[in-house]
């Protein structure tokens, strides 16, 4: 599968949505019907969930509800471990993921990933934000325009003013903050489609995780940002779109502001209340 299968064509694919494309509806992700076993244990019951492009939109229910692992069906990640089956299809871009002769080289540089820690490589500040950008085609000559990707993928994350001068020390000096930054920046050189986020603020406290949420913010529409969180006030704050899972399905898809005022289902409701979770 080549790389231009999984992305738009008809548009460049480092230019952000405008008002208009945000307001079509036009999807990014679309599960149907998706299924997921750990070895005999269910995890997944014929989830169907859309997510538009260009939004944010927040994963959220009590702990082993599958939110999840919904997200990293998205880009295979499950398949590290040999006992996981799964049945449905997912599309990115209206692409099937899951087709046979898929390339997960190709699938995962498109749909990015960010972890509840912050995980950068035990190496420089530069050769982390190069390092995805080398490691998916050997071929690119990367010296000549070094300087500009990072200057780019810094500015993007809001790092570039306090480490323009840093960049050869090691991202494991940086605070937990400024590494989750960092991490988000790691993947933008190979210009991801989706950015992909597994609780990104739970190792924070509260004045990182508000700087991760603006940042979330910012990269809106030109990403689109799937996020899972349990942190109800934080869905609230910084999603376009809330969806409600439990027990392995999906509950309820609303605009978050509607889903947190007027939820249509009654267990919707009682999460959102405390009343379990």
Same mark, same amino acid.
């Given at each position: 599968?080549?790389?231009?299968?999984?992305?738009?064509?008809?548009?460049?694919?480092?230019?952000?949505?405008?008002?208009?494309?945000?307001?079509?509806?036009?999807?990014?992700?679309?599960?149907?019907?998706?299924?997921?076993?750990?070895?005999?244990?269910?995890?997944?019951?014929?989830?169907?969930?859309?997510?538009?492009?260009?939004?944010?939109?927040?994963?959220?229910?009590?702990?082993?509800?599958?939110?999840?692992?919904?997200?990293?069906?998205?880009?295979?990640?499950?398949?590290?471990?040999?006992?996981?089956?799964?049945?449905?299809?997912?599309?990115?871009?209206?692409?099937?993921?899951?087709?046979?002769?898929?390339?997960?080289?190709?699938?995962?540089?498109?749909?990015?990933?960010?972890?509840?820690?912050?995980?950068?490589?035990?190496?420089?500040?530069?050769?982390?934000?190069?390092?995805?950008?080398? =490691?998916?085609?050997?071929?690119?000559?990367?010296?000549?325009?070094?300087?500009?990707?990072?200057?780019?993928?810094?500015?993007?994350?809001?790092?570039?003013?306090?480490?323009?001068?840093?960049?050869?020390?090691?991202?494991?000096?940086?605070?937990?903050?400024?590494?989750?930054?960092?991490?988000?920046?790691?993947? =933008?050189?190979?210009?991801?489609?989706?950015?992909?986020?597994?609780?990104?603020?739970?190792?924070?406290?509260?004045?990182?995780?508000?700087?991760?949420?603006?940042?979330?913010?910012?990269?809106?529409?030109?990403?689109?940002?799937?996020?899972?969180?349990?942190?109800?006030?934080?869905?609230?704050?910084?999603?376009?779109?809330?969806?409600?899972?439990?027990?392995?399905?999906?509950?309820?898809?609303?605009?978050?502001?509607?889903?947190?005022?007027?939820?249509?289902?009654?267990?919707?409701?009682?999460?959102?209340?405390?009343?379990?979770?």
């Amino acid at each position: 599968m080549s790389r231009d299968a999984l992305v738009d064509t008809t548009k460049k694919q480092d230019e952000p949505l405008n008002k208009e494309e945000l307001a079509s509806g036009a999807l990014a992700i679309q599960a149907t019907d998706l299924n997921l076993w750990y070895g005999t244990f269910q995890a997944l019951f014929d989830v169907s969930f859309n997510v538009k492009q260009g939004l944010v939109t927040s994963l959220i229910g009590p702990s082993g509800c599958g939110k999840s692992t919904l997200l990293r069906s998205v880009n295979r990640i499950n398949e590290r471990f040999g006992y996981v089956r799964t049945q449905g299809k997912v599309e990115v871009m209206g692409h099937d993921i899951y087709a046979p002769k898929v390339d997960l080289t190709q699938v995962r540089s498109q749909i990015g990933m960010v972890f509840q820690r912050p995980n950068p490589l035990p190496i420089t500040i530069r050769k982390n934000i190069l390092f995805g950008y080398g =490691l998916q085609d050997s071929t690119k000559k990367i010296d000549s325009q070094e300087d500009e990707i990072i200057e780019k993928a810094l500015k993007e994350v809001l790092l570039w003013d306090d480490l323009k001068d840093k960049l050869d020390k090691s991202a494991l000096d940086l605070s937990l903050e400024q590494q989750q930054k960092l991490c988000i920046a790691r993947l =933008l050189p190979v210009k991801p489609k989706v950015l992909l986020m597994d609780e990104p603020c739970s190792a924070l406290d509260p004045k990182a995780t508000e700087a991760i949420e603006e940042l979330i913010w910012g990269l809106r529409g030109e990403y689109t940002i799937l996020i899972v969180t349990h942190n109800m006030a934080q869905a609230r704050r910084a999603s376009d779109e809330c969806a409600f899972m439990l027990m392995g399905k999906m509950v309820e898809h609303q605009r978050t502001e509607d889903l947190f005022v007027t939820p249509f289902n009654q267990q919707t409701a009682d999460y959102i209340e405390g009343k379990f979770g």
